[in-house]
């Protein structure tokens, strides 16, 4: 069955920290995409990635990179000098598509907290 | 970017009350999406439609309805509201085609007493 795992519930740094947040997934799929959500304590879901199963190109955006390896179906995000404003609840998500519907299968989030 | 509106923002009201939690949006999509997420923080699906006239039970049991008569319009009503539907209920939508990423809207709190 398809799952996504977030080990890691909540996470404490100080800025100016690089940290990193795990995500794993199983999927049957050889096609599927994978996506990283932010929460900020506002509730919404800012929408920071998705990435598609064939392409293991690690991706750099400012301060965020992501690494995505197939071989231990990881798609694991990194923040480079944290900031308190990154400080949020951040999901991974695998996308999935059976019987013709389509859902995101979310992890169950990391909390991140960074103090100054 | 996709630009979706969810309303109320927040809600208290008490038990057997009948309520309906608006979500709009302006980007035309065709897939519009329900979850719930409780305090704990764990996101669930409740319900989903992939066009107008279209809804189906997402993955988590609800007593909420929803309909889909417009595109742009995905309202989501408890006949009679209890404690236990108290949570945050988020709305969401995307473009039909491929794996496009879910825009979320900003979500309704809802507490029922």
Partial sequence: AQKVTQAQTEISVVEKEDVTLDCVYETRDTTYYLFWYKQPPSGELVFLIRRNSFDEQNEISGRYSWNFQKSTSSFNFTITASQVVDSAVYFCALSEMIYNTDKLIFGTGTRLQVFP | ?113
């Fill in chain 2, 1 to 113: 970017e996709a630009d979706i509106y969810q309303t109320p923002r927040y809600l208290v009201i008490g038990t057997g009350k009948k309520i309906t939690l608006e979500c709009s949006q302006t980007m035309g999509h065709d897939k519009m999406y329900w979850y719930q997420q409780d305090p704990g923080m764990e996101l669930h699906l409740i319900h989903y439609s992939y066009g107008v006239n279209s809804t189906e039970k997402g993955d988590l049991s609800s007593e909420s309805t929803v309909s889909r008569i417009r595109t742009e319009h995905f309202p989501l009503t408890l006949e009679s509201a209890r404690p236990s539907h108290t949570s945050q209920y988020l709305c969401a939508s995307r473009a039909g085609q491929g794996y496009n990423e879910q825009f979320f809207g900003p979500g309704t709190r809802l507490t029922v007493l």
